[in-house]
C-alpha cells in the first residue's frame, strides 16, 4: 500500500518561512521523481518543484530562488523549503511521486500566508 503523507503546513506571515516534509511509503523512494504541486482555491493544481532520482531539480518560475526541494533517499523522504512567503503561495501543497508508469498522490497540507 503507497503512502504519501504529507507535514509542515500551516499559517505563516508574508516573509516567512516553511519547510513541507513528505514522508514515503510502499514504493522504491530512489527510483521515483519526488514533486510539489499546489492548488489554490478555484486554480488548476500547478507543479511547484521535482526531485529526480539522480537529484536533479526543477522549479515554477514563480519560486525559484525562494523554495528549494530535497530529499533523502534514506529516509524516504522529500522536502519543501519555502523561504520569503508571499500571500500568492496560500494553497494546497500536494506530494507526488512518479515514475514511467507509475503515480501517486498525497492528501495535502495546507499553507496559508497571510498577516
Known amino acids: 500500500q503507497v503512502q504519501l503523507v504529507e507535514s509542515g503546513g500551516g499559517l505563516v506571515q508574508p516573509g516567512g518561512s516553511l519547510r513541507l516534509s513528505c514522508a514515503a511509503s510502499?514504493?522504491?523512494?530512489?527510483?521515483?521523481?519526488m514533486g510539489w504541486y499546489r492548488q489554490a482555491p478555484e486554480k488548476q493544481r500547478e507543479l511547484v518543484a521535482a526531485v529526480t532520482s539522480g537529484g536533479s531539480t526543477t522549479y515554477a518560475d514563480s519560486v525559484k530562488g525562494r523554495f528549494t526541494a530535497s530529499r533523502d533517499n534514506a529516509k524516504n523522504t522529500v522536502y519543501l523549503q519555502m523561504n520569503s512567503l508571499k500571500p500568492e503561495d496560500t494553497a494546497l501543497y500536494y506530494c507526488?511521486?512518479?515514475?514511467?508508469?507509475?503515480?501517486?498522490w498525497g492528501q495535502g497540507t495546507q499553507v496559508t500566508v497571510s498577516s
Open positions: 507526488n511521486a512518479r515514475t514511467l508508469n507509475r503515480e501517486h
Open positions: 510502499g514504493i522504491i523512494f530512489r527510483l521515483y521523481t
